[in-house]
């Protein structure tokens, strides 16, 4: 009995007239936690009712408190018939359960009708009372922290960063259970809600016990899922990233000015000396062996799969060795993991080492079981066709779905390896389920991780140290983890651009957040690939093979069009690379989403060039040079528009002595439906070479014209779908986070790929078009993690849901920084002939406030005896290098505007709330809606119908929040927006899914004073540091 | 291709001035983006007529939504589905009880029931109104009427409680629930020339001085009701014009103090005696309803039109009616001058306003 749980209803406000007699309601409360009831007297005749109740006290084990909602139902008495129901709050109570978190909930609640929407609100308050229960073996996970948020929380240093935890929970869809064809739709409803809200706490729970297992006490980057498969049932999946998590106790740290690592520096010459590293010359035996096993998998799946730079060479001076010893210590630490996942997208300093590029693996499964009892199982990106185990499957096992993922998990595994890492990081997973066929799907970037953070603190040693200090700052990341004489495929290498020493290749695609250290010249933009392939309608096997036949030349197209998208914006990286296949009865659609930008340690990306395969036909000619000069035009013009001016630099600065001759690349075309045709791609070109577009065919030529359809955000709009854009870093405070849904209706005549294309490309571009020229008063602006998602909810109809939230900046400091930021690069390259280190850009990231951080202090130490650039110029890039940095401490918006008498919720899908500090996090929200009515046009039809649910379902995040004592939702994200029409009987359903993490926070303005002053006082140490030691 | 379904949810209810502007007047969907475009926006922002109408519909759709709220302001307030900056909350509530000038003269003083409603169409006719906008602001003069007609306590303030408006709009509000309550006819002809704030002013002057109100603060409908006692007595004052002696005394301390001032003396003293009755009569009267809802016609018959064709200055006017309602206090066999005074002082304001062309 280890904990009580008391509950007491205050009022309700604004209820709805349940009598219409008398215009007046008769209420009363009904609160239920697992098994127990109570109920509140019945307050007559009020349309505000003061029920002001006993405290209702249950007391429950801790393993009911984190499975069981607290159900709330607002009832109208009736004498003589039976009660009406008005409508319920569900309250997860797991926020209470943590020390940290929330102590109390209090506050008023929408009263939550799934036929009615919201009707009236509720004053409620919660308290838990825990005991303290020494038992080892128990099946609670109390007091493990959940966080949504894809890096280590704001207020929160990581001790150690375990890795990943997984879990799925199976069940029947009451939706779809024999008594639901007796019960109201209403009840029906409820028991989804319900049921889901059981299941992901169970789920929660779960995930708890292995992070305990673990021995970690938080779970960061938690994503949940819901998969609906119909008939086959209800499988609630999560995956995340246990870690053992500091709580930075001094007040002081939640002061901006002590995010700046000026602090670090300014300890730093109490560090020892540095050491110097042994530095052998002979390849790792694990290296070449890894390489090798590796080439022949990789065969298979390169083209469609693994989506890096391309690039070859030799290994640099000393990065071989250093990578080896790395390797070979990152492995020990993952390998006793099963799957070294982390589902971060943003990591503490040091902590990524090097980044191989985007690895994915998706599959097609049947989930019938009625009709035909096995199930097949294809491997999507090897197109070996499986056939698993027939009949031993029950689909409504959780084993089975357990079995699938791991199948996916593991291919990752050996993509990442194939790469020459031992991690993957941004790691996610989706499904696209159409009756029964699903398609699991998961990617992520392969990567080379630093140990330290991995276990416990004991590989400290002085080797781990050497390696932090030959890891080049800035560009680190960049360089290739895989060993270039084995090339897992064939690529195009060249010396960093950054610091000369170590190869890079001409283009990294990533699912990462752009790392804050990293030197980025210009600003990005956001990129998309959109797709769409008819399919035959079939069933079963048939319509899953039909499906994996295609899966290949989606990607394969899908990673062209990036390609070629990113080379038009004179870009030469994708961050936050999230690539979603959605399967419908009679189509597959993609849509691939990234921020491009123009990473300065890569090459600059060559141009794009248009080859017509009838050269003797003028007129075809003329058309072509036509077109060669559009797409020169496009380019110039990105460039200017997105400030990309990279330093000019000699081939002999460069002194690359690349081996291989320039090698014309071309992209081929396959005409081929042969799968062998494709692995022939040759994606590789010279760094000069221009990117060559054979036109032969009219599919060709569309795309071609489709790559210059794409038009830039009108001026003053920036985009992007990564945490924050390069470029940009002087926020003001005023955000606006919103939720957009498009459906759009084929017409069924022009059923051709190309129409099709043409119509998505449409879709979103006009949805694009239309939230620029909604939010066109917050101009200069910025669409941060502009998040598209795909959904194809019947024959004809095309379902696109976006959720973004605007941010305004300064534009007059957005130049000066740029001009600054400029200047710095140039001197950069002038500088880097000679042997000296770059100075720790990475320092300057404030992800881990007053981290102690040895290996980092070493590094200032080497920076500041060897680097030659001047201390004015590192206090550059502390402003810089963050978007809550002191940059930003000149101009803040006004105090929040006067008393309101309801408290105002901010909502970001951002881990972070630009001009404020988050000094608190309550706990995370996770919840699930239905709604459904069956009066549409009285409603507004579906526009009416959906635009008011979910502007409720923003209403109960907001309000939930609020009685959690917060003020703010930071990493919200809408993870399923399901909806259903019939207009016809005039009904519609919708189901909704958000999650995010509550927090509190406090505007930097009211912490202006004392922060500016700290910020003085700690640059100042470091500036004159600088100069003494140069 | 055709769009299903298009909307948009903010955090913060985006809320577009123009576009509400556009709902208010109650313009339909396509005409408001046909007006949208004409104002040039396309070309400003560069977007299509397709993004332009996706904006409106959305926007609209907001504003139904709102609407429900904006009936009881204060619900607006406390509700928790739209996330709105207070300073757009009161701009929202402000504009949407605003209203046209040309349709309160129509329904000023009229009886706010459904026979007004079916007159609606006609007015929208008349004043070029959309009906809609029409319907709008009749409900909205419906609505406050009838939360605040029972009510104790002032009536500009019971407004500005009840509906959140600004102090200007509120005291608009009192005049025509004022108006509406006594049902004064304002739309005779020879009324035409006068502007509502020519009847909100008087409106405002009668409150505060001709209701329950103004003497005792803690009785029912003080401030909307005329003080009955007060009406019956100003019959006293027909003694005025009714006792030959006391006219003529008074027309003599009138023209007395007058004499040299006035540029057009003498027709006032042609015409003392009749305006005097005119004055005094209207008083005597308004003890019957049919005589109060008749009291702006018999100001403008008996007094405004007859100087009006003297081509009376309205220094002159106000000169006259100084010395008219002063000298009164010197006629030793009149008993009734506080009376006098609380009749007088309101009308000489009123007549004050009205008169003008």
Redesign the interface.
């Known amino acids: 009995m280890p904990g009580k749980l008391k509950v007491k209803i205050v009022a309700g406000r604004h209820l709805p007239v349940m009598d219409r007699a008398s215009d007046l309601t008769d209420a009363f409360v009904e609160v239920k936690f697992g098994n127990t009831t109570f109920k509140t007297d019945v307050y007559l005749k009020s349309l505000n009712p003061q029920w002001n109740s006993e405290w209702f006290k249950f007391e429950v084990d801790d393993e009911d408190l984190q499975d069981e909602p607290l159900q709330i139902t607002v009832l109208d008495h009736d004498t003589y018939s039976a009660n009406d129901a008005i409508g319920k709050v569900y309250i997860d109570i797991d926020p209470l359960l943590y020390s940290e978190a929330a102590t109390v909930i209090s506050g008023w609640f929408p009263i939550y009708d799934t036929i009615h929407g919201i009707r009236g609100e509720i004053n409620v308050i919660v308290k838990v009372d825990l005991f303290n229960d020494l038992n080892r073996f128990r099946q609670s996970s109390c007091g493990v922290k959940f966080f949504c948020t894809t890096s280590i929380p704001k207020c929160y240093r990581a001790v150690i960063i375990h890795g990943f935890v997984e879990e799925l929970v199976v069940n029947e869809d009451p939706e779809y259970q024999w008594i639901d064809r007796i019960r109201t739709p209403r009840a029906s409803n409820e028991a989804r809600q319900r049921l889901i809200s059981l299941m992901s706490g169970e789920l929660q729970r779960k995930i708890g016990l292995k992070v305990l297992e673990m021995r970690g006490n938080a779970v960061v980057g938690y994503l949940q899922c819901f998969d609906l498969e119909g008939e086959s049932g209800l499988v609630v999946r999560a995956i995340g990233t246990a870690c053992t998590l500091d709580k930075l106790s001094s007040p002081a740290a939640f002061l901006p000015a002590c995010n700046s690592p000026c602090k670090e520096m300014k300890e730093s010459p109490l560090v020892h000396p540095p050491s110097h590293g042994c530095r052998s010359t002979q390849n790792s035996p694990i290296h070449t062996a890894t390489g090798s096993r590796l080439t022949q998998n990789f065969s298979v799946s390169v083209p469609t799969l693994i989506y890096t730079g391309m690039g070859s060479g030799s290994a640099g001076k000393e990065g071989g060795p250093f990578k080896a010893l790395l390797r070979q210590q990152t492995q020990s630490a993952l390998e006793q993991r099963e799957f070294p996942f982390f589902t971060l997208t943003a990591f503490p300093p040091g902590f990524l080492v090097h980044v191989g590029g985007v690895v994915s693996a998706r599959s097609v499964k049947l989930l019938d079981r009625i009709h035909n009892p096995a199930f097949v199982g294809i491997m999507g990106n090897t197109r070996s066709y499986k056939l698993l185990d027939w009949n031993s499957f029950n689909a409504d096992e959780p084993e089975t779905r357990d079995a699938w993922w791991a199948e996916i998990r593991q291919e990752i595994k050996s993509h990442a390896k194939a790469l020459g890492c031992h991690a993957v990081v941004g790691y996610s997973e989706s499904t696209s389920i159409c009756e029964e066929v699903c398609i699991l799907s998961a990617s992520g970037t392969a990567a080379v991780l630093n140990p330290r953070f991995l276990q416990d603190g004991t590989v400290e040693g002085c080797l781990e140290q050497r390696l932090e200090e030959n890891l080049p700052v800035g560009c680190g990341f960049c360089h290739i983890p895989y060993d270039e004489l084995n090339m897992p495929f064939p690529a195009h290498l060249t010396y960093c651009y950054n610091c000369r020493k170590q190869k890079v290749p001409d283009v990294l695609f990533t699912t990462i957040d752009l790392p804050t250290d990293a030197t980025v010249i210009g600003k990005g933009c956001l990129i998309q690939a959109r797709l769409c392939r008819l399919k035959k309608k079939a069933q079963a096997e048939a319509n899953a093979t039909a499906i994996s036949n295609l899966l290949p030349f989606m990607e394969y197209e899908v990673h062209t069009q990036l390609m070629n998208k990113l080379k038009l914006k004179g870009m030469n990286a994708l961050f936050g690379l999230r690539i979603q296949i959605t399967v419908g009865e009679n189509m597959l659609m993609g849509l691939a989403s990234a921020t491009g930008v123009y990473l300065a340690a890569l090459p600059t990306p060559g141009g794009i060039q248009i080859a017509g395969k009838t050269p003797n036909d003028s007129s075809y000619e003329q058309h072509i040079s036509h077109m060669q000069k559009k797409i020169n035009d496009t380019i110039a013009k990105n460039k200017e528009l997105y400030e990309i001016n990279p330093p000019e630099t000699s081939e002999e600065v460069i002194g690359s002595p690349i081996p291989e001759p320039r090698q014309r690349s071309r992209l081929l075309r396959s005409q081929s439906e042969s799968s062998d045709e494709v692995i022939e791609l040759d994606l590789s070109h010279g760094k000069k070479d221009a990117f060559v577009l054979e036109i032969d065919d009219t599919d060709a030529m569309e795309d071609v014209h489709s790559l210059l359809t794409d038009v830039p955000p009108p001026s003053g709009f920036y985009s992007c779908n990564t945490e924050i854009m390069p470029g940009i870093n002087n926020w003001t405070s005023e955000i606006q986070m919103f939720t957009s849904v498009r459906v759009i209706r084929l017409s069924s005549l022009n059923l051709t790929n190309q129409a099709l294309n043409k119509n998505f490309n449409d879709l979103c571009e006009n949805l694009l078009k239309s939230l620029y020229f909604k939010l066109r008063s917050m101009i200069p602006c910025c669409l941060c993690h502009v998040n598209f998602t795909v959904s194809l909810p019947e024959d004809e109809l095309i379902q696109v849901t976006v959720t973004a939230v605007a941010i305004t900046f300064d534009k007059n400091q957005a130049l000066q920084t740029t001009k600054t930021h400029i200047e710095k690069s140039l001197q950069r390259a002038s500088t880097d002939n000679e042997e000296l280190l770059q100075f720790p850009l990475e320092l300057c990231s404030d992800s881990l406030p007053s981290h102690p951080f040895p290996p980092a202090k070493e590094h200032l130490e080497s920076a500041s005896s060897n680097s030659g650039i001047p201390a004015a110029q590192r206090a550059v890039t502390v402003e810089k290098a963050s978007p809550m940095g002191e940059g930003n401490f000149r101009n803040r918006s006004a105090p929040p505007c006067a008393n309101s008498t309801v408290g105002v919720v901010k909502m970001t899908p951002l881990s972070f709330i630009p001009g404020a500090k988050i000094t608190k996090y309550l706990g995370i929200i996770n919840m699930f809606f239905i709604r459904e009515t069956t009066s549409l046009r009285e409603e507004g039809g579906v526009s009416g119908f959906l635009h008011a649910f979910i502007a409720e379902v923003f209403a109960m995040v907001r309000a939930h929040v609020a009685a959690l004592g917060g003020n703010a939702v930071v990493s919200y994200i809408m993870k399923q927006c399901v909806f259903m029409e019939n207009p016809n009987k005039n009904q519609a359903q919708c189901l909704i899914n958000v999650s995010g993490d509550a927090v509190v926070f406090v505007r930097e303005s009211d912490l202006e004073v004392a922060s500016t002053q700290q910020a003085a006082a700690t640059c100042q140490p470091l500036c004159t540091g600088g100069e003494v030691t140069t | ?14 809320i577009d001035e123009d576009v509400y502007r556009l709902w208010l007047d109650g313009y339909s969907v396509s005409d408001a983006v046909a007006l949208r475009v004409r104002s040039g926006i396309l070309e400003q ?4 007529a ?3 109408q ?2 409106t ?2 926007h609209y ?2 504003f ?2 709102l609407e429900r709220l904006l009936h009881a302001p204060p ?1 607006l ?7 709105i ?3 757009r ?1 009161a701009l929202l509530i402000e504009r949407y009880y605003a209203f046209d000038e040309a349709f309160v003269r129509e329904v000023l003083g009229k009886k706010l029931s459904k026979g007004t409603k079916k007159d609606l169409d006609d007015i929208s006719t008349k004043t070029g109104i959309t009906l809609k906008s029409c319907r709008r602001q009749f409900d909205n003069f419906k609505r406050v009427f009838k939360v605040v007609e029972e009510m104790r306590g002032s009536l500009v303030d019971n407004i500005q409680q009840h509906f959140l408006l600004s102090d200007r709009l509120s005291r608009d509000y009192a005049a025509i629930v004022f108006f509406a309550n006594n049902r004064f006819e304002t739309g005779k002809k020879k009324l035409q020339y006068l502007s509502f704030g020519d009847f909100a002013f008087c409106a405002e002057l009668m409150i505060q001085n001709w209701t329950l109100g103004a003497v005792d603060s803690q009785v029912d409908d003080m401030d909307v009701d005329l003080d009955k006692e007060f009406l019956q007595d100003l019959k006293e004052l027909k003694v005025l014009v009714a006792d030959k002696d006391l006219l003529d005394l008074h027309k003599s301390v009138v023209c007395t103090a007058l004499r040299g001032k006035l540029s057009v003396f003498s027709e006032m003293e042609a015409n003392f005696k009749n305006l005097s009755r005119g004055l005094v009569n209207v008083a005597a009267k308004l003890i019957h309803n049919k005589d109060v809802r008749d009291l702006f016609v018999d100001l403008v018959e008996k007094f405004v039109e007859p100087c009006r064709s003297d081509h009376w200055p309205l220094s002159d006017v106000r000169l006259f009616l100084n010395q008219y309602s002063a000298s009164v206090h010197s006629l030793d066999g009149f008993r009734h001058q506080a009376l006098w005074d609380r009749y007088m002082g309101t009308l000489r304001g009123c007549l004050l306003r009205l008169y003008h062309d």
């Open positions: 291709m055709t769009s299903e379904l298009d909307i948009f949810v903010g955090n913060t209810t985006l922002t560069g977007a299509t397709a993004v332009l996706s904006d519909m959305d759709r907001t139904h939504m619900k307030l406390h509700q928790l589905i739209f996330q900056p207070p300073s909350q």
